[in-house]
């Protein structure tokens, strides 16, 4: 099964996270099939929090790849700030 899930990227101390498509068979840190975008939870002020590619997202949806419980939350947190944007 095709998952979207976060890949942990950075130091210690200092997380940054890719939302990646993988094989859920792979492992967390593994080789991945696209990278729709990141988070980074301790941004500054000008720093961007969360990117993603909602095209590409809702593509890997619509093919059966699965969303983990946070990615899912983050979509949906991203798309009400998009449309908040607009």
Request: charged residues 40%; proline residues 0%.
């Given at each position: 099964m095709v998952t979207i899930r976060l890949t942990r990227r950075g130091a210690r101390n200092q997380p940054f996270y890719h939302?990646?498509?993988?094989?859920?068979?792979?492992r967390q840190g593994g080789k991945s099939l696209e990278m729709l975008g990141f988070f980074n939870p301790t941004a500054r002020k000008?720093?961007?929090?969360?990117?993603?590619d909602l095209p590409r997202i809702d593509h890997w949806v619509g093919l059966g790849a699965q969303p983990s419980e946070r990615v899912g939350a983050l979509v949906k947190?991203?798309?009400?700030?998009v449309a908040a944007a607009a």
């Open positions: 939302i990646v498509v993988t094989d859920s068979r792979k000008n720093d961007t929090k969360l990117r993603l947190a991203y798309r009400k700030q």
